[in-house]
């Protein structure tokens, strides 16, 4: 008996990722590319008899299943990928060579975004760093920046990785909690370690719960080196700055977010791309002069808790990235790809930062093991675009047929190829490593005493923030010491706090329940940086996701009206009505009430809310624009919940041609910041006045989610 084929519900695609020295073809093969007849019945002797040893297909098929997975990255195990292009300003070029940073030439590239902690089938918006590596396939080579959205790390020696990841990771008993920082361990070794306070201050802020991939920033972390053409060396940070602006979610969507949409930045991302909303960032440098005793204004450079505020070193744009494809096979891409911090070209370097110099080993240790060898960057997405002729022979999963006989250096039997850069034909740039002087030292285990301030930027930071942020990160430790069962560790990490701000320790103090020590450190003031507040400032409403609630019975014209003007205006709109089928226009419904959760959209416009009944009437009355107060019939009442939580959320209601007593009908404040009436052609610019700042911010005082 034959399976009937099902008619394809896409056009078959060429798979454009194959190797062109082996074309897929549309026959279904075995490995070997022998035809095949039946891929859904094991060879048995006889329909009910047992099944044959024999039968290869069958066990080539579960044999190749059984080895489908690889272990998943010891951090940054959940992430997401995308590729784009890199332009270079030419900026960059004054201080250094490399070749992809010099005028208007153009880098493919591969990003990787990603969370530390969680499991690769964990949940998005967790509250933890987010990783922010970036491969690029330059003409000199790859150069891989690995960074992440904030700009300070949790330790100061790469000795230390291991025990900061473990006391994050699950509880080794029970392997809970999952992707989550609130437990004993993690804090046990925050309070204990306190160069580990700045890091975690900037988790607890807004910045552990990105809106989008799309609208976080990316820190290099560690300060690099740049050689000029000249020789001439200086220290840079890299930073990446996104188009949109640095927004994020409050707690209560990405705790909605993780239970209704676990895939919530991974989605974000690759709509916008599909919507053609392409995420840009500036790539960005701060500038240090390579002096002697490599610091700034008091500030380590080799000291990676640390960062240089915006305010006292500008920075300078270099260019800008471009983000337009998805990956097409997210296993091939996004999981083997393989990033690393000594993946680097001609005219960039590393300093001694000893965090970075432990993770020049660490990155290509663990791919041997997740990728099964040490022939990783054969695989097309870790490839090279610049010619590769490395000497490295053998090992598991070789995939280059090499030629010659003598692959060492020098030799005679290959012509002496190949060359190092100035003999024989080779007359490329390569790399070299600057010849720093080393200071003459003594051999042993310490840091520089400069390495001993761990409080100065945790206070700078939170004293920097707005008031509706530094709440929410007092909310935050709270939330977070209130999970740790141990009052030893809450205690311990209160007095961490009194060290850093006396107001931020008394506020989680009274949430726990317990004193409020005093400061047991003397630490010095430094001025706030309003640069890392994330409520200052307006920004573009490009690829924001505007929810539209329409009903079955709102006229054609008012949708067309909305969604032209959402598109004109650069949001990406999404229908939401009671059930699912299409609006009178034509536009399919994206949601219905039932899949709908308030944290799918920026801001909402509310054109009709009435549920098509069965047998109803539309008169007068069922028009867009009549209200029916809640209860009544065809009233969909899920539609409260929606608003109070978009309320509560801070984002901005716009409600279409409603009467004045919308918004106290359906339970809310009948005005407020942020709660808006309109005409149909009015609705969309109301909107995108009110995206600019990302949310309604006074719609609360500081206390929180509490309405004026
Ligand atoms: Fe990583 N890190 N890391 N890290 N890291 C890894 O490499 C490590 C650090 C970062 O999307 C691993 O291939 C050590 C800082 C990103 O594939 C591993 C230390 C920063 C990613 C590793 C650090 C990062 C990784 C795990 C302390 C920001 C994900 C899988 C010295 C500047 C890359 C892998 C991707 C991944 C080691 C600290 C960023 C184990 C030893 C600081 C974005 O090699």
Redesign the pocket.
């Known amino acids: 008996m034959t399976t009937p084929v099902p008619e394809p519900t896409q056009a078959r695609k060429p798979n454009t990722n194959a190797d062109p020295g082996h074309p897929q073809g549309t026959a279904l093969t075995t490995s070997q590319g022998a035809v095949l007849r039946d891929t859904d019945h094991s060879l048995k002797a006889g329909p009910r008899g047992p099944v044959l040893l024999q039968d290869h297909h069958l066990r080539e098929k579960i044999t190749h299943f059984d080895h489908e997975r690889i272990p998943e ?4 195990a959940r ?1 997401a990928g995308a590729h784009g292009t890199f332009t270079s300003y030419g900026t960059g070029s004054r201080i250094c060579s490399a070749a992809f940073l010099a005028e208007g030439v153009k880098t493919p590239l591969f990003v ?1 975004f ?1 969370t530390v902690a969680g499991s690769r089938g964990s949940a998005d918006a967790v509250r933890d760093t987010r ?3 970036t491969k690029f396939y330059t003409e000199e080579g790859v150069f891989d920046l ?3 959205n904030m700009p300070v ?1 949790f ?1 100061q020696d ?1 000795i230390k ?1 291991p025990d900061v990841v473990h006391s994050v990771k699950p509880h080794p008993d029970l392997e809970i909690p999952q992707a989550q920082s609130a437990h004993d361990t993690f804090w046990d070794f925050v309070s204990l370690h306190t160069q580990a306070q700045a890091h975690a201050m900037w988790v607890m802020s807004d910045r552990g719960i990105p809106r989008s991939f799309r609208m976080m920033e990316g ?4 300060t690099f080196r740049m050689i000029a053409a000249d020789g001439q060396s200086s220290l840079v940070k890299f930073h990446w700055k996104p188009k949109l602006g640095v927004h994020s979610l409050v707690w209560e969507e990405a705790m909605l977010a993780n239970g209704a949409d676990p895939d919530f930045h991974r989605r974000d991302l690759s709509d916008a791309i599909k919507a053609g909303a392409f995420p840009e960032w500036e790539l960005g440098l701060q500038v240090f002069e390579d002096n002697e005793g490599q610091s700034f204004d008091g500030i380590d450079l080799l000291d ?1 808790t640390k960062f240089v505020p915006e305010e006292l070193v500008p920075i300078q744009m270099v260019g800008k990235m471009v983000l337009d494809r998805n990956p097409s096979n997210y296993f091939a891409e996004t999981e083997q ?3 690393h911090p000594g993946h680097l070209v001609p005219g960039i370097d590393v300093t001694n930062d000893p ?2 110099q ?2 020049l080993f ?2 290509i ?3 041997i093991t ?1 990728l099964g060898g040490p022939n990783f960057s054969q695989l097309p997405i870790n490839l090279p675009h610049a010619p590769v002729n490395d000497m490295l022979r053998d090992g598991m999963h070789q995939t280059y047929i090499h030629e010659g006989i003598a692959p060492y250096h020098p030799n005679s039997l290959d012509g002496g190829c190949p060359y190092q850069a100035g003999e024989g034909d080779n007359s490329k740039m390569p790399f070299i490593d600057f010849p720093e002087l080393v200071a003459e030292s003594v051999k042993g285990r310490s840091n520089p005493v400069s390495f001993d301030d761990h409080f100065s930027q945790a206070r700078m930071f939170y004293r920097s923030l707005q008031a509706h942020e530094r709440r929410h990160v007092q909310q935050a430790y709270s939330f977070e010491l209130g999970k740790c069962a141990s009052e030893v560790i809450r205690a311990r990490q209160l007095q961490a706090l009194a060290n850093i701000d006396v107001q931020l320790c008394a506020a989680v103090a009274r949430e726990l329940g317990l004193p409020v020590p005093g400061a047991d450190t003397e630490v010095v003031d430094r001025e706030p940086c309003p640069s890392v507040s994330q409520a200052l400032g307006s920004w573009p409403v490009d690829g924001r996701i505007l929810g539209i609630v329409a009903s079955h019975h709102t006229e054609a014209s008012v949708i067309e009206t909305l969604v032209a003007a959402a598109n004109h205006a650069g949001f990406q709109p999404l229908l939401l009505s009671s059930v699912g089928g299409s609006l009178a226009d034509g536009s399919p419904v994206d949601r219905t009430l039932l899949t709908a959760r308030s944290i799918e959209f920026d801001a909402l416009l509310i054109a009709d809310f009435l549920v098509p009944v069965a047998g109803a009437k539309v008169d007068s009355d069922t028009k867009a624009g009549a209200v029916r107060p809640p209860g009544a019939i065809g009233f969909d009442p899920r539609l409260v919940l929606l608003l109070q939580e978009t309320y509560r959320q801070s984002k901005a209601i716009v409600a279409v041609d409603q009467p004045e007593s919308f918004f106290q009908d359906l339970g809310l404040e009948g005005t407020g910041p942020g709660l808006v009436h309109a005409s149909v052609p009015d609705a969309v610019p109301g909107a995108v006045a009110l995206l600019a700042t990302h949310r309604v911010w006074e719609r609360f005082d500081e206390s929180g989610p509490v309405p004026k």
């Open positions: 990255r010891v951090v940054h992430g990787r990603s990783g922010f590596a690995v960074g992440n790390f330790i790469a990785f820190f290099g972390v560690h990676p790809v393989a990033f965090l970075l432990g993770r660490s990155y240790d663990t791919q997740r």
